[in-house]
Each structure stands twice: as C-alpha cells, then as structure tokens.
C-alpha cells in the first residue's frame, strides 16, 4: 500500500513540477513541446499495450480476447463521453482563438481548459493504480512512470494561459495542483477496485488501456503532428522502445 501511495504522489507530483517549469520556463518553443509530448506519448503507447491490455488478455484465461476488446471500447468510449461534457481540450487551449475577450470571460475558458485536463486525470491515475492489479511492482511502476511523464509537459502547458488571462500566480498554482490531486485520487481509487475483487481486474487493465489508447490518439498525437512538426514520430518510437526496454529489463 505504501508503494501505492508514493506512486500515486509521484504520478500527480509530476503535474505540480511541470506546472513549476511553466512558471521558470514561460516561452518554451512549440517544437520542443512537441517533442516531449510525442516521446511521452510513445512511453503512454507502449504501457498502454504492454502494461495493461496484454496482461487483461492473460488474466482472462478463455475470456480473455472478448472481455480485454470490451474494456478497451469501454475506456475508450468513457473519454468520448467525457469530452462531449466538457470543451475539447484542443479548442480551450487555443482559447477558440478568440482576439481581444473580456478578462472574464477568458479566464473562464482558461478554467473550463484546466477542468478539463483534471477530468482527463482521473481515468490516467485510475490507470496507474490499476497496474498494481497484476501483483507486478516494476511493471505497476513502469505504467505509472510514463503517465507521470506525460503530465509534466501537461502542467506546463497550463501555466501560460491561466497568467495570460490575468490570473494571479497563487491561483494559477493552485489550478494546477488540483489537476494532480485528481490524478491522485484516480490511482487510489484504481487500486482499491482492483484489491476488492480480482474478479474485475482483466477489465479493469483493459479499461485502463483503452483510456490510455484514447488520450494517446485524441489529444497527443494530433498536438503534435502539425504542419511544421519535424522528427517528432521518432521521438514517439524512442519512448515506446524506453517503455518496451523498461518492461523486459524490469517486469
């Protein structure tokens, strides 16, 4: 339990640093965003694949291919529906381009930007603690690992439109530390459900995973692959092969 609760910190943790380098790094080049992004996004895919959805295949014994499918839709389909309840993070981001609003108003849509990213937490930290399911700690950690760096470009990402929008910097901090305390949460609920009924455990991997696939190919991606992204697919595949490396050497 103890190991469950330092990962599920560290996991959320990783928003808070990157929330502190937005704050020490304020105009951090696009390109190298993107790179980040995408080599987080490889470490995501492979953990994803790897951590989760292979091991709901082996730990549905003859169900296995059937249930591991129906909790990748599942997942996949929970985040669809949480994107209809929310603005899309991609719109917010951009503030909908949107010249000269009222100061308001914009900070409005920077804060449904931030509620968004925090939804978007929860089924990421679920995933986390879920990998704990499998008994496997180096592979749990392994998952945790990559979702968490994932999170530091996220927390960076959020820190420029919350203080171009006027927000004050306590506030804007304490935006930021919210969306990892959901993460929190997440990884402890994830384990809990898990601890309580094995039963639900080859779903719960593969619900885990198809949130992960979702988010890879809904959000990640996409950010990356604009018109003047260079090598960033090949920052994709370096962090799905660390993953790859990281799940043989320490599974």
């Given at each position: ?33 993107d790179w980040v992004l995408a080599f987080a996004a490889g470490v995501m895919l492979a953990a994803a694949v790897i951590g989760l959805i292979l091991p709901s295949v082996e730990y549905g014994g003859a ?92 927390g960076m990402v959020i820190i420029g439109p919350m203080l171009a929008a006027g927000m004050s910097h306590r506030r804007t901090f304490f935006a930021a530390l919210m969306t990892g305390v959901v993460e ?68």
């Amino acid at each position: 339990m103890k190991m469950v609760l330092l990962t599920a910190l560290g996991v959320g943790g990783a928003t808070v640093i990157g929330a502190v380098l937005g704050f020490v790094f304020k105009h951090i080049s696009h390109r190298f965003s993107d790179w980040v992004l995408a080599f987080a996004a490889g470490v995501m895919l492979a953990a994803a694949v790897i951590g989760l959805i292979l091991p709901s295949v082996e730990y549905g014994g003859a169900w296995g291919i059937p249930t591991a499918i129906a909790g990748v839709f599942c997942g996949a389909l929970c985040l669809n529906g949480l994107d209809k309840l929310v603005p899309h993070l991609h719109h917010l981001s951009g503030v909908d381009g949107e010249r000269h609003p009222a100061q308001t108003e914009k900070q409005n849509k920077v804060l449904l930007f931030v509620l968004a990213i925090a939804i978007h937490n929860l089924p990421e930290g679920i995933a986390a603690g879920v990998g704990f399911g499998t008994g496997n700690t180096g592979e749990a950690i392994t998952i945790a690992a990559g979702i968490a760096l994932q999170n530091i470009p996220e927390g960076m990402v959020i820190i420029g439109p919350m203080l171009a929008a006027g927000m004050s910097h306590r506030r804007t901090f304490f935006a930021a530390l919210m969306t990892g305390v959901v993460e929190v949460v997440g990884a402890l609920l994830g384990y809990f459900a898990v601890s309580l009924s094995t039963a639900v455990l080859p779903f719960a991997l593969a619900f885990a995973g198809g949130t992960m696939l979702y988010v890879i190919s809904d959000e990640m991606i996409p950010e990356t692959h604009h018109d003047d992204a260079q090598g960033v697919t090949y920052a994709l595949l370096a962090g799905f092969c660390l993953m790859l490396a990281m799940s043989h050497y320490l599974g």
